[in-house]
């Protein structure tokens, strides 16, 4: 079972905002960067926010993260339908030498 | 232009064996780490595993070390994940990516995903 904790699923209207927690512990959260990754099921991931507010190239900035102690969030302005879909956190458990990757368990969006 | 590939779907029987592929593109293969992901159906992303294709070390999830072998080939610039004794429980979609760090001040992350393999394990 994942040590990263997220809300099962969040909802808002077209336009609106969501907010997604990520709650994990001093081996990981509290002690690496998190990022987070959206995924339409059967497609791939797509990485969204890494080093807990950086967003790579192509990443519009209605997403944006943000990480305090061992937690961590992912902020969604402007809800579009296209948003629709699962969003995890993510990041090392441990020192980057363990090579030991965690995920959230995972939060659908849905547009209502 | 990186990329990265998966073979396709396979239907197995409980206790067969099979080996599935991440074949990439676009990047020298044997300088960034490719780790394998599994998602069961209706549930999460699970972390299975890692592998440096440069000196093939290679680590496991404790959930999953014993249960399945990571390797890679660097001529055929492909990463494979596989099974020797596979069960109904192994039926999931399975992902391959890569490693790399966005800055290099940061983490590393897995920036290019394969499309996925399903695996279907059934008698």
């Known amino acids: 079972q994942s040590v990263l904790t997220q809300p099962p699923s969040v909802s808002a209207a077209p336009g609106q905002k969501v907010t997604i927690s990520c709650s994990g512990s001093s081996s990981n959260v509290g002690m690496n960067f998190v990022s987070w990754y959206q995924h339409f099921p059967g497609t791939a991931p797509k990485l969204l926010i890494c080093?807990?507010?950086k967003r790579p190239s192509g990443i519009p900035d209605r997403f944006s993260g943000s990480k305090s102690g061992t937690s961590a969030t992912l902020d969604i302005t402007g809800l579009q339908t296209g948003d629709e879909g699962d969003y995890y956190c993510?990041?090392?458990?441990?020192?980057?030498?363990?090579?030991?990757?965690?995920f959230g368990t995972g939060t659908k969006v849905t547009v209502l | 232009e990186v990329q990265v590939v998966q073979s396709g779907a396979e239907v197995r029987k409980p206790g067969e064996s099979l080996k599935i592929s991440c074949k990439t593109f676009g990047y020298r293969f044997s300088s960034y780490w490719i780790g394998w992901v599994r998602q069961k159906p209706g549930k999460g992303l699970e972390w299975i595993g890692i592998?440096?294709?440069?000196?093939?070390?290679?680590k496991y999830s404790p959930s999953f070390q014993g249960q399945v072998t990571i390797s890679a080939d660097r001529a055929l610039t492909t990463a494979y994940l596989q099974w020797d004794t596979l069960q109904a429980s192994d039926t999931a979609m399975y992902y391959c990516?890569?490693?790399?760090?966005?800055?290099?001040?940061?983490?590393?992350?897995?920036?290019?995903w394969g499309q996925g393999t399903l695996v279907t394990v059934s008698s």
């Open positions: 592998i440096y294709p440069g000196d093939s070390d290679t």
């Open positions: 993510a990041t090392w458990d441990g020192s980057l030498a363990s090579l030991n990757y965690v």
């Open positions: 990516a890569r490693r790399d760090y966005y800055d290099s001040s940061g983490h590393p992350v897995f920036d290019f």
């Open positions: 080093d807990n507010n």
